[in-house]
Structures are given as structure tokens and as C-alpha cells.
């Protein structure tokens, strides 16, 4: 019982650690010469995430309630930590698109769904294939998770400090941060207590489970094309260089191509042909094209890209080594 308790709380640390790196570093954001901001992010990245899967796995929900925390954890960092959601300066995002109940609506589509995956899904994911014998448990016990919710609200009190040195004299408008905390409360229990939970046993295998390196390459294609398609890079002030109304287009595009891909791997996970090679597959592919987007888009230099590819082959190294204790 020690034993398995060091290693849940190991694998915490794991997932905390690695779940910055995941969401920001791989892709760019900050740039490798300025990782020591990964410092500040790990409280409500790290302590954040692990809350969301003792949460998810004390209730016995699976994946869908997982996406759904993740959004809810989105709206928090976006919403009122960073406050970036509603903010007319921020990063210049107000102009991506038109601001809709003044919400920047093209960044709002863009960072909640990554969120859900790239800060919350695809750590947990990853942390479950390598420490599989814990992947259906808590990692911690009772005083575990109070810790894990107090870090993760003294990290959003945090990024909301620092958020005020780059966004200086922005306040959300308290009807839209009644709003966030609405939207985070109803996530919340849709997953917690409405998502219903996973079978026991999966259906049958069908003949319509891709193999591994067809995963890898469609996952590939949903994540390079999403951050494509809202994300403007190359000069661009307008997501996918649309002008004015043409806007509308990427983002519809983005959504679709969203609700596809979750469709199709709803199907294909719920049964029995789904490995722990496949789930690999999936996240390797997600996360080697969003670092190929985050060299093309988010570097500054020459210097910069060059840092970043090089920390997409140590990442791809990593995934590898993964995949031979997988197989």
C-alpha cells in the first residue's frame, strides 16, 4: 500500500510537471530561452490538471468527462485568471474576429477546445500509458486533492498577478465573470454527474478501427489544421488570411473539423479494437504536428525555430521509447 501510494503520488508529479510543457513549450509559447516561465504556470497547469483527473477517476467517469473539465479548466485560465476572453487589448486578439456578447469569439473557439485537449487530455493520456498499472486509480489520497485544488487556486491568483503587468487596468465586466463561473459550474456537473459512465467492457472489435499510423496521421491532420484555421500567423491579422466577414469561414471550418474527428473517436475508443497503441498513435501524432505549427507560426528567429524542432525530435524520441514499452 506505501509502494502504490509513492507511485501515485510520483505519477502526480509527472502529470503536473509535464502538462506545462505540453500545453506552452511544444508549441512555442514561451520560446525555449524563456522556459523559466514554465515556473509560473505549473500551479494552475499542473496542480489544475491533476485535479481534473482525481476528479474524473474518483467518479468513475471516462474521457468525456475529462474534455468537458478541461474546458471548464479553459474558461478559468482564459476567463478570470488571464481575463484574455473578453479583453479588447490582449495580445491583440480582438481583432482577430468580431466580438460577440464581448467575447473575442475567434480566440475563445481556438484556446477552450485546446485546452481541453493539450493542457488536460493528452497529459493525462500520457501519463496513463506510462504508468498504466495506475491508469483506472486516483493518484492521491483525500489530502492529495484538497493540496491539488488549493495550488490550482493559488495559480490562477497568480497568472491573474502577472496578467496584470502585460493587460495593465483590464477588468472583466462582472456580468461576463457571472457568466465564466455559470459556464464552469454547468461543465462541471455534466461531467461529474450527467456524463454517464464508461462500460465495463468495450463492444466488439469492428473492422473499422484504423491502424496505428492512420491515428497518428489524422490527428496529425485535426490539430495542424485547427491551429491552422484560427490561429493567424505570416503576417496574418484575420485567422486563415480571411478579411472582414470571410472570418466566419475558418471558424465554421474549425468547428466542423472538430465535431468530425470527435465523432469518429468516439466510435472508434468505445471498442474493443481501441489499443494502448492507438491511443499512443493519437497523441503522438496531435502533439509532433502542433509542434511543426508551433516552429512555423510562434517563432520569433531563426533561433527560435531551430530550438523548438529540436525539442519536437526529443519529443519524438520520448514518444518512441513510449511506444516500444506500449507494444
Same mark, same amino acid.
Given at each position: 500500500?506505501?509502494?502504490?501510494?509513492?507511485?501515485?503520488?510520483?505519477? /502526480?508529479?509527472?502529470?503536473?510537471? %509535464?502538462?506545462?510543457?505540453?500545453?506552452?513549450?511544444?508549441?512555442?509559447? +514561451?520560446?525555449?530561452?524563456?522556459?523559466?516561465? %514554465?515556473?509560473?504556470?505549473?500551479?494552475?497547469?499542473?496542480?489544475?490538471?491533476?485535479?481534473?483527473?482525481?476528479?474524473?477517476?474518483?467518479?468513475?467517469?471516462?474521457?468525456?468527462?475529462?474534455?468537458?473539465?478541461?474546458?471548464?479548466?479553459?474558461?478559468?485560465?482564459?476567463?478570470?485568471?488571464?481575463?484574455?476572453? =473578453? $479583453?479588447?487589448?490582449?495580445?491583440?486578439?480582438?481583432?482577430?474576429?468580431?466580438?460577440? %456578447?464581448?467575447?473575442?469569439?475567434?480566440?475563445?473557439?481556438?484556446?477552450?477546445?485546446?485546452?481541453? @485537449?493539450?493542457?488536460?487530455?493528452?497529459?493525462?493520456?500520457? @501519463?496513463?500509458?506510462? &504508468?498504466?498499472?495506475?491508469?483506472?486509480?486516483?493518484?492521491?489520497?483525500?489530502?492529495?486533492?484538497?493540496?491539488?485544488?488549493?495550488?490550482?487556486?493559488?495559480?490562477?491568483?497568480?497568472?491573474?498577478?502577472?496578467?496584470?503587468?502585460?493587460? +495593465?487596468?483590464?477588468?472583466?465586466?462582472?456580468? /461576463?465573470?457571472?457568466?465564466?463561473?455559470? *459556464?464552469? &459550474?454547468?461543465?462541471?456537473?455534466?461531467?461529474?454527474?450527467?456524463?454517464?459512465?464508461?462500460?465495463?467492457?468495450?463492444?466488439? *472489435? +469492428?473492422?473499422?478501427? +484504423?491502424?496505428?499510423?492512420? @491515428?497518428?496521421?489524422?490527428?496529425?491532420?485535426? !490539430?495542424?489544421?485547427?491551429?491552422?484555421?484560427?490561429?493567424?500567423?505570416?503576417? #496574418?491579422?484575420?485567422?486563415?488570411? =480571411?478579411?472582414?466577414?470571410?472570418?466566419?469561414?475558418?471558424?465554421?471550418?474549425?468547428?466542423?473539423?472538430?465535431?468530425?474527428?470527435?465523432?469518429?473517436?468516439?466510435?472508434?475508443? #468505445?471498442?474493443?479494437?481501441?489499443?494502448?497503441?492507438? $491511443?499512443?498513435?493519437?497523441?503522438?501524432?496531435?502533439? &509532433? =504536428?502542433?509542434?511543426?505549427?508551433?516552429?512555423?507560426?510562434?517563432?520569433?528567429?531563426?533561433?527560435?525555430?531551430?530550438?523548438? !524542432?529540436?525539442?519536437?525530435?526529443?519529443?519524438?524520441?520520448?514518444? !518512441? %521509447?513510449? !511506444?516500444?514499452?506500449?507494444?
Amino acid at each position: 500500500m506505501v509502494t502504490s501510494r509513492a507511485r501515485g503520488r510520483w505519477a /502526480a508529479l509527472l502529470l503536473a510537471g %509535464l502538462t506545462p510543457v505540453v500545453a506552452e513549450l511544444t508549441l512555442g509559447n +514561451p520560446p525555449l530561452r524563456q522556459a523559466w516561465l %514554465l515556473l509560473l504556470w505549473v500551479p494552475i497547469y499542473g496542480a489544475g490538471t491533476v485535479l481534473i483527473r482525481e476528479l474524473v477517476r474518483r467518479t468513475g467517469r471516462g474521457w468525456p468527462a475529462v474534455l468537458l473539465l478541461g474546458a471548464a479548466y479553459g474558461i478559468v485560465e482564459e476567463g478570470p485568471a488571464l481575463q484574455a476572453l =473578453t $479583453s479588447p487589448t490582449i495580445y491583440g486578439v480582438a481583432g482577430w474576429a468580431p466580438r460577440i %456578447l464581448g467575447l473575442n469569439s475567434a480566440y475563445t473557439e481556438l484556446n477552450i477546445p485546446y485546452h481541453a @485537449v493539450f493542457s488536460v487530455a493528452l497529459p493525462i493520456l500520457l @501519463v496513463d500509458l506510462t &504508468v498504466p498499472a495506475l491508469r483506472r486509480r486516483p493518484y492521491l489520497g483525500r489530502a492529495g486533492l484538497v493540496v491539488a485544488g488549493v495550488v490550482f487556486v493559488l495559480g490562477a491568483l497568480l497568472l491573474r498577478w502577472t496578467t496584470a503587468f502585460i493587460d +495593465p487596468g483590464y477588468q472583466a465586466p462582472p456580468a /461576463a465573470q457571472a457568466a465564466f463561473v455559470l *459556464a464552469i &459550474v454547468v461543465l462541471a456537473v455534466l461531467a461529474l454527474r450527467i456524463v454517464p459512465r464508461p462500460p465495463d467492457l468495450p463492444a466488439a *472489435a +469492428p473492422r473499422t478501427v +484504423p491502424a496505428p499510423p492512420v @491515428v497518428a496521421c489524422l490527428a496529425g491532420v485535426v !490539430a495542424f489544421g485547427y491551429l491552422a484555421l484560427l490561429f493567424p500567423f505570416g503576417g #496574418a491579422r484575420h485567422p486563415a488570411f =480571411t478579411q472582414g466577414g470571410w472570418v466566419v469561414v475558418p471558424m465554421v471550418a474549425a468547428a466542423l473539423l472538430a465535431v468530425v474527428a470527435g465523432v469518429l473517436l468516439r466510435r472508434w475508443t #468505445a471498442h474493443a479494437g481501441w489499443r494502448d497503441r492507438h $491511443s499512443l498513435a493519437l497523441a503522438g501524432g496531435a502533439l &509532433v =504536428t502542433h509542434t511543426a505549427f508551433g516552429v512555423i507560426a510562434n517563432g520569433e528567429n531563426a533561433t527560435d525555430r531551430v530550438s523548438l !524542432a529540436a525539442l519536437g525530435l526529443v519529443m519524438i524520441g520520448l514518444l !518512441a %521509447l513510449l !511506444a516500444r514499452r506500449t507494444r
